[in-house]
């Protein structure tokens, strides 16, 4: 449901409660009116009754049958009640006066009609309420020694004679009275108002439903319509209502900012999209261009090694001078060293084309290990670093490239023991993780690094030691290709140094990969 829904409904719902409630109070204004008139009316009819009515018991005389006066006023009343539908008087005699006219054989008997009746005989007070919707009962009761009750002729009539005491009851006098037209009207008039309430509630209900949509909801729709264009890319987009000096006004000035910002952030994915699209392409570029030359560069390098070794076994007859056979020696190792570079510019940009593909087999860790430290072990003897293995028969099985995991201990031996100063020690240990994967560690005692050199050291052609006057030979490309090698592998590298403090370096592979001992 909108947000302009729900303040029209909720406006919509208090207006019409509010005008309810004083249709209510309205009508029952007029009820209480109707009942006060009407009772008023009833009280007016029944005191002239009574007046009459005790008028003619005055002058009856002294005998307890029917006199003249009276025949005439029960003919009156007789005459009256003929009417009941319109008013209807009588009187009711107390519990005493009538055991009294039943015990002396009088024909004037005048019981209670009603519940009305009784309890004014039992109370003692006036009872006046509408019985029903067009029917008002008024009963007003006689007391001995009170009122109308108080005169010497009632003393003696129902005093002495019937036994009642002062302040007892005597009998009451009756009305009902019809409301029909009264009560007609009331209604009438009640549904006027509740129809009237309930129309004003349904026009303001409009107004202001047509007023929330002109002043609130159709503004906020077609905000809401912008952002939803601006957030598909859209940014030709005019914004209306920009000189209002409301919330509304705000909220569309500031909509003018978050499309320009909008505008810039599209623009700047643009401009980022395209960087991206050309640092591909020049990616890709030069990796092809790597490749190319690796493999130009390959060929005659492999005829250089091969033919320098031949001249410097003497294949084919002496060298002659000595110092021809080292130069031979000095053009094998340099072409060597530049084949290895070769050969890790290749993987390198095998590795970013995704082309590098494994060739997975089970592999006894523990065999590699020493086989890369074996080959190790000559430049670290030069160096007078001790190459060292903890990792027993005891380690998983793994299932990976045996070539490229030699590649990568061979990177992690050879840069240990090249970052070792003499006396060093290079150690090799592993372990089993939790969750089932297996960490290499390849730790030294070298110079170590900081964070920042670390940062270096795993970038393409990143060199710690950079600079002309550097003390350490290399390319930069041992970290990172050991780091793509793990990654082809599902693992991962991390480095732990600290400067001047050594050096570790943590290869993991995934749970997936590490078997069990016999699985060869």
């Not at 729709?221 to 264009?229: A, D, E, F, S, V």
């Not at 909509?255 to 810039?264: E, G, L, P, Y």
């Not at 070769?342 to 590699?368: R, Y």
């Not at 050199?453 to 390319?475: M, P, S």
Request: hydrophobic share 40%; glycine share 8%.
């Amino acid at each position: 449901m909108r947000l302009s829904t729900k303040i029209s409904a909720s406006v919509s719902l208090f207006l019409a409660a509010a005008l309810l409630i004083s249709a209510a109070a309205s009508i029952t204004r007029e009820y209480n009116n109707l009942e006060f008139e009407v009772h008023e009316h009833a009280e007016n009819d029944l005191s002239i009754f009574r007046a009459l009515h005790i008028e003619a018991m005055l002058s009856r005389g002294d005998t307890l049958n029917d006199n003249p006066v009276i025949a005439t006023l029960n003919g009156t009343m007789k005459r009256i009640n003929k009417d009941p539908d319109h008013l209807a008087l009588w009187v009711v005699m107390s519990a005493k006066v009538l055991a009294f006219q039943a015990a002396n054989g009088l024909d004037e008997k005048e019981p209670p009609q009603d519940d009305i009746d009784v309890e004014a005989l039992a109370s003692g007070t006036n009872v006046g309420r509408m019985v029903d919707a067009d029917m008002y009962r008024l009963t007003e009761p006689v007391i001995l020694g009170q009122g109308d009750g108080d005169h010497k002729k009632c003393f003696e009539c129902h005093g002495e004679g019937m036994g009642i005491n002062p302040g007892e009851v005597i009998g009451v006098y009756s009305i009902a009275l019809s409301i029909k037209d009264e009560w007609a009207h009331f209604m009438s008039s009640a549904k006027q108002s509740i129809f009237v309430a309930i129309l004003i509630s349904i026009l303001i209900s409009a107004f202001n439903v047509m007023l929330l949509n002109r002043m609130v909801s159709g503004p906020i729709t077609r905000l809401t319509g912008i952002m939803n264009r601006l957030a598909g890319g859209e940014t030709r987009i005019e914004i209306s209502d920009l000189d209002r000096s409301d919330e509304i006004g705000d909220m569309t000035r500031t909509m003018v900012v978050f499309k320009d910002n909008a505008v810039k952030r599209l623009e700047a994915e643009d401009a980022l999209r395209l960087a991206v699209d050309h640092a591909e392409v020049a990616n890709r570029a030069k990796s092809e261009m790597l490749t190319n030359m690796s493999h130009e560069l390959r060929t005659p390098l492999n005829a250089i090694i091969g033919f320098s070794r031949i001249m410097s076994d003497e294949t084919f007859g002496p060298v002659g001078n000595e110092k021809y056979k080292a130069y031979l020696q000095d053009i094998s190792n340099s072409g060597e060293h530049l084949l290895e570079l070769i050969n890790d510019i290749l993987n390198v940009a095998a590795i970013e084309s995704g082309v590098l593909e494994l060739n997975e087999e089970n592999i006894k860790l523990a065999d590699l290990v020493d086989s890369s430290i074996r080959i190790i072990v000559p430049r670290a003897n030069t160096g007078r670093v001790t190459v060292s293995s903890s990792i027993g028969p005891e380690v998983p099985i793994i299932f990976a490239d045996e070539r490229r995991v030699k590649q990568v201990m061979l990177n992690l031996l050879s840069n240990a023991v090249k970052f070792t100063p003499e006396g060093g020690m290079v150690s090799v240990s592993a372990h089993q993780n939790g969750d089932g994967s297996l960490a290499v560690m390849v730790t030294d005692n070298g110079i170590g690094m900081d964070e920042a050199e670390i940062e270096t050291g795993l970038r393409t052609f990143g060199q710690v030691d950079g600079g002309l006057a550097r003390k350490h030979e290399g390319t930069g490309l041992g970290l990172p290709l050991t780091k793509g090698l793990m990654e082809l592998h599902g693992g991962t590298l991390r480095v732990e140094s600290k400067k001047h403090h050594g050096t570790t370096v943590i290869v993991t592979f995934p749970g997936e990969r590490v078997l069990a001992k016999d699985a060869i």
